[in-house]
């Protein structure tokens, strides 16, 4: 039986990335009236699969993409005054020797080889630091410290990379929590008025009297519903141009190129905080970043994804591909039996017809359709990192069909528990451990990385650690639970351990099993 809600929306988005929750938070601060739709859960493919960096993307400056990385600089900044909780600094060391090379295709690449050709490719210490200042310099940077040259030889960077390398630079860029990043948009875009529907699939929509017509099924009860919007919102990620072209019946020229990224998970290599920059001889470059308090996350790999019915994995090849990577510059070589989890992720760029994966473009674009009436605004491309300008600017190209539309205004504007200074995490966790001296420091810290200000909603008046419920492994209490079910959208085991948080990493299949029947049958209880 199919439901009609006759009400008309004004904008209706199709997809619970971070570019969907972004461009619906925006919209509804201007006091519009928007409908999400996500056919599995937040954040379920591209925007939990990232490396997890807010950065400027010092390597497309090769690509002269300039604006793409002075935006994303400046970026970083305002993101993490908004969510000091979920995102922090980091400090990133580039090892260098003189065997680093370019990709061929890019155009510093072309322009060195037609000057210098006794250079054959290689990447000059020069370019680089000449690259490194104008990253220090694009963003106008005030949190940041900038780059510094180091001397490897018997220091914390240097001891755990062969020590061939003796020089590096370090410069800084930012750690985010990609899943929890999406999910507190979708919270804070509730919270301002937006309907957020999750595990709900769009199956079609027309346009009808300058209206789009959208009808949605529940994935759990089958139930249908018919909906209303006055502008449509295609932000679907990897499946932007299945929409467009089978959902919407759309007639486009635009594509989208699907990247497959692929990253590997290690226990930890090694002591400090900071994350390395690798430079491969192919011209390619991976992170090995300090993960989850106990790992180290490799990554990312750059090959074409052919099939959006095949879900992305690390093929063997790429963990194959990584480890080797990460071996030219560790002393300890890594194997595959050091691997512990890995993940795979599909980025959907803007086909701009580029040569390679690596040289497509990672700008985004965005595309308006009113050749029938109601517009549709597509979104092809993007990062994490630009997420909220992109969301600025498709709400600008919305402008003209809205009478009255409010100005930005989410700049620097908190996310939920993120209502602190970035300079207060470490005193506000130590008083966290001081408040609820059942928790190790370990315990307290990821605990405020993932709810900031809000954790001690979580935590109550809880006095020893059985107050919180049910202990499901890994420090994972009921009452965490409870919050995710009921606060943060999450209804399957795999919502709570890998989006979430990452706790998959420390809880074995029989306690995620355990998880996942606690879960259903608390939806059952609540439902019945």
Known sequence: MQASDKQIADIFVIGGGINGVGIARDAVGRGMTVKLAEMNDLASATSSASTKLFHGGLRYLEFFKVRLVREALIEREELLRAMPHISWPMRFVL???????????????????????????????WLIRMGLFMYDHLGGRKILPGTKTLSLPCTDEGRPIDDRFELAYEYSDCWVQDARLVVLNARDAESRGAQIMVQTKVTSARREDGIWVIETTDQHSGETREHRAKVLVNASGPWVGQVL?????????????????????????????????????????????PYEQDFTLIGTTDSEHENLEDRPTCTDEERDYLIEFANSY????????????????????????????TAATRDYVLKVDDTGGAPVLHVFGGKITTYRRLAENAIAKLVPYFDGMESDWTAGVPLPGGNFPVEEVEARIAKLTQDYPFLSFKEAQRLFRAYGTEVRDILGQARKPDDLGRDFGAGLREAEVIWLMDREYAMRAEDVVWRRGKLGLHLDHSQIDALEGWMQARRSSKAA
């Open 95 to 125: 090892p260098y020797h003189k065997d680093m090379r370019f990709e061929s295709d890019t155009p510093t690449s072309r322009l060195l080889t037609l000057f210098m050709p006794w250079m054959k490719g290689r990447r000059p210490a």
């Open 245 to 289: 072209q089978e959902t919407l019946r759309l007639n486009s020229r635009e594509g989208v190129r699907l990247v497959r990224g692929s990253h590997i998970v290690t226990r930890k290599l090694y002591d400090h905080d900071k994350c390395y920059f690798f430079q491969g001889t192919d011209g390619r470059i991976i992170f090995a970043i």
């Open 330 to 357: 560790f002393k300890n070589d890594l194997s595959a039996e050091d691997v512990v989890w890995t993940y795979s992720g599909v980025r959907p760029l803007y086909d701009d017809g580029a040569s390679s994966a």
